[in-house]
């Protein structure tokens, strides 16, 4: 079975201080994750993805994430926050041979000027 | 191009009654979602097409819920009776695979709020 945690309900940070959203899964198979983000009553938008190759992925406005397959991780950051960064963060899981995309519960960051 | 379109965008019902919310995709893509996330959770799958064919619904309430995507292209989902349960934002997506894989990226409409009484 295929899971999605994502441990860590808020997230507070200062604006131009590094940024890290934790994202951890299970899978069977090579997985396929996914970063979203929802911003107050609208619907989520893709920031990124890691399908094959580099571990390391480029996104959308300044995020990247770090794929780590020994500790089965998908971790969010930016170099520098802003406030405009505050949302909601979606990290999500599917697989070779699957067709299912499972969602993490989500996790909430704050950024304060 | 245009984004994912769902209409209405909030709902008031009570508890017993019927309800349906429609999706519009970004034209070409094959695939459509419907999502029901409900107030701090993510968003969980409740019936995946493929063109006009179901390729996932394990998780739809099926004695309450149905859905279809006639042509393969816009789709209704529909809630008969409502639950107070079924209180939740009710999202479409979409995305261009043609196959089984599960690797596109999927583009959300802004969803339906639902509030059940």
């Known amino acids: 079975a295929q899971s999605v945690a994502q441990p860590e309900d808020q997230v507070n940070v200062a604006e131009g201080n590094p940024l890290t959203v934790k994202c951890t899964y299970s899978?069977?198979?090579?997985?396929?994750l996914f970063w979203y983000v929802q911003y107050p009553n609208r619907g989520l938008q893709f920031l990124l993805k890691y399908i094959t190759g580099d571990n390391l992925v480029k996104g959308s406005y300044g995020f990247e994430a770090e794929f780590n397959k020994s500790q089965t991780s998908f971790h969010l950051k930016k170099p520098s926050a802003l406030v405009s960064d505050s949302a909601l963060y979606f990290c999500a899981v599917s697989h070779t041979g699957g067709f299912k995309t499972i969602f993490g519960a989500g996790t909430r960051l704050f950024v304060k000027a | 191009e245009a984004g994912v379109a769902q209409s209405p965008r909030y709902k008031i019902i009570e508890k017993r009654q019927s309800v349906a919310f429609w999706c519009n995709p970004i034209?070409?893509?094959?695939?459509l979602y419907w999502y029901q996330q409900i107030l701090g959770q993510g968003p969980k799958l409740l019936i995946q097409f493929q063109n006009n064919g179901v390729v996932d619904d394990s998780q739809l309430p099926k004695d309450r819920f149905s859905a279809e995507r006639l042509k393969g292209v816009d789709s209704t989902l529909k809630i008969q009776p409502a639950k107070l349960e079924d209180s939740a934002v009710y999202l479409c997506?979409?995305?261009?695979?043609?196959?089984?894989?599960?690797?596109?990226?999927?583009?959300f409409g802004p969803g339906t709020r639902l509030l059940v009484l």
């Open positions: 899978v069977s198979g090579n997985p396929y």
């Open positions: 997506a979409s995305s261009s695979s043609r196959g089984r894989g599960s690797q596109e990226t999927q583009y």
């Open positions: 034209s070409g893509h094959a695939t």
